[in-house]
């Protein structure tokens, strides 16, 4: 099946400070999401992002398709930016909600 | 905020016990999905449900059955709980443009 990398695995920001979070798939997908979890277990929806750019506030997330990668930048981190940001491909159509999640990306970010 | 309500948020049982988790929905969604999330595992689709009496499984449906008698409620059932059952478990609603969002989870502990 398709496997989902994310990197780095765990990450220490001052406040302030900007940052990219990568992820990889080995297979071609007709959509993914971007989300954060934050330090209460809620799970937050980022970016619904098939291919080309979006952006919200200070998050902004690319994905290239054809290349197998998405993008997560974070600007001006804040400490309530930390948690950790999960990535996840749809398998097969968006119908059936398979999501594949990557085991994220930890982000401390410090006063 | 999609208007996700799971009920309840904790809760702790002994081995061989049956479990009722209850998700419910106030904006008339479509589909909806049941997730567990484990350590080392990330987020796995247990079942979803296309429709009122709909169901299919996901990823890991061993051990769990589904019901939705109507649109609003959708029940995830561990029949006889394991100790291998214990984790978070998440439901899911697809929204408009065909992304999820997540409720609050619910905190299972088996005995």
């Known amino acids: 099946g398709i496997q989902v990398e994310q990197s780095p695995p765990d990450l220490i920001l001052q406040e302030g400070a900007n940052s990219t979070l990568r992820c990889n798939f080995s297979?071609?997908?007709?959509?993914l999401q971007w989300f954060h979890q934050n330090p209460w277990g809620q799970l937050i929806n980022l970016f619904y992002?098939?291919?080309g750019t979006k952006q919200n506030g200070r998050l902004s997330a690319t994905t290239v398709a054809t290349e197998r990668y998405s993008l997560l930048y974070i600007s001006s981190s804040q400490t309530t930016d930390s948690g950790v940001y999960f990535c996840?491909?749809?398998?097969?159509?968006?119908?059936?909600?398979?999501?594949?999640f990557g085991q994220g990306t930890t982000l401390q970010v410090k006063p | 905020d999609a208007g996700i309500t799971q009920s309840p948020r904790h809760k702790v049982t002994e081995t061989g016990t049956p479990v009722t988790l209850r998700c419910h929905q106030t904006?008339?969604?479509?589909?909806m999905y049941w997730y567990r999330q484990d350590p080392g595992h990330g987020l796995r689709l247990i079942h979803y449900?296309?429709?009122?009496?709909?169901?299919d499984k996901g990823e890991v449906s061993d051990g769990y059955s589904v019901s939705r008698s109507k649109t609003e409620d959708f029940l995830l059932t561990l029949e006889s709980a394991t100790s291998s059952q214990t984790s978070v478990y998440f439901c899911?609603?697809?929204?408009?443009?065909?992304?999820?969002?997540f409720g609050e989870g619910s905190r299972l502990t088996v005995l």
């Open positions: 449900s296309y429709g009122v009496k709909d169901t």
């Open positions: 899911a609603i697809r929204g408009l443009h065909g992304e999820l969002f």
């Open positions: 297979d071609s997908v007709n959509n």
């Open positions: 904006e008339n969604h479509r589909y």
């Open positions: 992002i098939p291919s």
């Open positions: 996840a491909p749809y398998l097969g159509s968006s119908n059936t909600g398979k999501l594949i």
